[in-house]
């Protein structure tokens, strides 16, 4: 019988000021978690809420408000290939996870990287949004509308 696992892992899309959406994370294989999703079954999800990026707007409501937006990024974990990948992967884990460049060698830490099926977004009223994974890699952050968007949904906070 499968079981659903769940864990609390840290992970990283690059550094702050470069990030690329590609989502790494740093796994040992004595964790429960990793062991799940290299034995059962690599389909998993990361939820993040904006409560976590110790945004404003949520310190005013409950983090499971619909004004305090939430993901949940649906796909398969799977190991980055030894390379190139893996100093892309070390690069963005490091940038944002210093201490982790000293974790103990000993136990078997592995780079993943989570490839993105879909993202279930609610951030605001009225349900939930499904995003494929073409517009999430495809979303230009420096636009003009991007920057409309960001504003729009900061006046409906307030």
């Known amino acids: 019988m499968s079981v ?22 740093y796994l040992t294989p004595m964790d429960e978690t990793t ?21 404003k707007t949520c ?9 305090c937006a939430r993901i949940s990024v649906i796909g398969t974990m799977q190991k980055v290939p030894e390379g190139p990948q893996t100093d892309k992967a070390a690069q963005a884990m490091f940038s944002r996870h ?5 974790w103990p060698e000993d136990h078997g830490f592995v780079f993943y990287e989570l490839n993105i099926d879909e993202i279930h977004m609610l951030s605001w ?3 939930m949004a499904v995003i494929s994974r073409e517009d999430y890699f495809g979303a230009d ?18």
């Open 4 to 25: 659903c696992c769940r864990g609390v892992v840290s992970f990283s899309d690059g550094a702050a000021d470069n990030p690329s959406g590609r989502l790494f994370f």
């Open 35 to 55: 062991q799940h999703l290299q034995d059962v079954n690599a389909r998993c999800s990361l939820s993040i809420s904006e409560a976590q990026l110790g945004a």
């Open 59 to 67: 310190k005013q409501t409950d983090a499971e408000d619909p004004t």
């Open 98 to 102: 210093p201490a982790m460049k000293g």
């Open 125 to 127: 009223y009225g349900g």
């Open 141 to 158: 952050l420096t636009s003009s509308t991007a920057t409309a968007a960001a504003s729009w949904q900061q006046q409906q906070r307030q």
